[in-house]
């Protein structure tokens, strides 16, 4: 029995790629002084600030697509930098809510552009497939997605 993975398994290759990637991202976000967890939590919650409702640690975790625990951890520090603010939630004084301090929205906003040319050089490499890719990803982790499959026709579930 081989005890090591193959070096072509599908497993090998995505761990292999998830390391290059997450590399990628910390070099592109060293300037910024927070890693990619922070930076997709600062980005949802301005995103999930612009809609209804207060923003919960529960709700931004789903949103961002972490567990709880990481989105806590992560939270504390943000909120010891005060790039976020923790308020007590009128309706439960044992919950708090989420806010984006002024300086973390800047940093979103320092940050999105080099997380945005991160991903396009990093995934340059796929081409047109860039698209069914992510798909194919989104279906590991039960997204279901809409892909365009040709000019003129409509989405199709993929």
Do not use: C, K
């Not at 193959?6 to 991202?25: M, V």
């Not at 931004?60 to 990481?70: I, N």
């Not at 798909?135 to 026709?153: E, F, H, P, S, Y």
Request: hydrophobic share 55%.
């Amino acid at each position: 029995m081989n005890e090591f993975p193959a070096r072509d398994a599908a497993g090998t290759l995505l761990w292999q790629a998830a390391n290059a990637w997450q590399l990628r991202l910390r070099r592109a976000l060293a300037p910024t002084g927070v890693n990619f967890v922070q930076y997709a939590l600062l980005a949802g919650l301005a995103e999930l600030a612009r809609q209804a409702g207060d923003v919960t640690q529960v709700r931004l975790a789903r949103h961002v697509g972490t567990d709880a625990m990481t989105a806590s951890q992560a939270l504390r520090g943000l909120a010891r930098r005060r790039l976020i603010a923790r308020p007590v939630l009128a309706a439960d004084p044992r919950a708090r809510a989420l806010e984006l301090a002024p300086q973390g929205a800047a940093l979103v906003a320092t940050a999105a552009p080099l997380v945005a040319a991160a991903e396009a050089q990093f995934f340059a490499g796929l081409g047109p497939e860039r698209a069914q890719f992510a798909v194919a990803l989104g279906r590991l982790i039960g997204i279901r997605t809409r892909v365009r499959v040709a000019a003129g026709q409509r989405d199709a579930p993929a």
